[in-house]
């Protein structure tokens, strides 16, 4: 196999020895390659399935997708979202630190006053003193959650339109229409969450579903309705693409 410069190599987890990073599976022990080259911390690592994120890095904790199907690699138009929502993660847990110091400086605030009314006696001064301090604290307090909900709301913001972005790769590199299962085993979630993407590429009119004569449901995308060869798969992408940039655009409008 012919190895570009940029190309990885990784160690197989069951096997220990050296595997391209493209290969599905190890060619010695046949155990199947999950890692991959995380966008934030940049190690070749495995990710997990997150409550928040939906899926992490095992190394740094960034949001991440699951390896996808070789087959269907992705354009990687979701590292951008991905590194959106890192930052906003980031940001998030300075904030939370933000609202952790005030909250000790509110209360050691307030602790000594009581101690000291204890032993000697409370004087205005004093008391204006601690009035200051656990006035700051609260304001920190205030400001800093409302920017770690902010943060909460961009980083889940941003994790949709990641997947939403593979999602629609995937979905584009389909032939014709597929199932649930199809895209699970594609994307390399499972089932729940495959429903999830669908619902969701299928509000943000990605994807259309019809029941099967078998009465089941599957899916295909919008923009290939009427093109049928091969070649327009790039084409659809930058439509895609397009139709989530405006997306996008009508999205910080209405943030603002
Ligand atoms: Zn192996
Ligand atoms: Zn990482």
């Not at 439509?239 to 405006?246: D, G, H, R, T, W």
């Amino acid at each position: 196999m012919m190895v570009s410069p940029g190309a990885f190599s990784s160690r197989c987890r069951s096997c220990g020895r050296e595997i391209t990073a493209e290969a599905p599976n190890c060619p010695h022990c046949g155990a199947a390659n999950l890692e991959e080259r995380c966008p934030h911390c940049n190690a070749v690592t495995t990710a997990s399935q997150d409550k928040e994120m939906r899926w992490h890095c095992d190394l740094c904790g960034g949001p991440r997708l699951p390896r996808a199907d070789p087959a269907f690699r992705r354009s990687k138009r979701e590292v951008m979202h991905l590194k959106r929502a890192e930052g906003a993660r980031r940001a998030r847990a300075k904030s939370r630190a933000f609202i952790f110091g005030a909250s000790m400086m509110g209360f050691g605030s307030t602790a000594l006053l009581g101690l000291w009314g204890l032993i000697f006696s409370f004087s205005f001064p004093l008391v204006l003193t601690w009035a200051l301090f656990a006035g700051a604290a609260a304001l920190v307090i205030v400001w800093a959650l409302g920017r770690s909900s902010n943060a909460t709301k961009e980083l889940k913001a941003a994790i949709d339109q990641a997947w939403m972005a593979a999602a629609g790769d995937v979905a584009n590199r389909m032939k014709g229409a597929f199932s649930a299962q199809k895209l699970a085993q594609a994307m390399g979630i499972d089932e729940v969450q495959a429903e999830e993407m669908l619902a969701l590429l299928e509000a943000n009119d990605v994807i259309r579903s019809d029941v099967t004569e078998a009465g089941e449901l599957a899916y295909q995308t919008k923009f290939r309705v009427g093109a049928v060869d091969t070649g327009a798969g790039e084409v659809d992408l930058e439509a895609l693409a397009e139709a989530e940039a405006i997306a996008e655009e009508q999205r910080l409008k209405a943030q603002k």
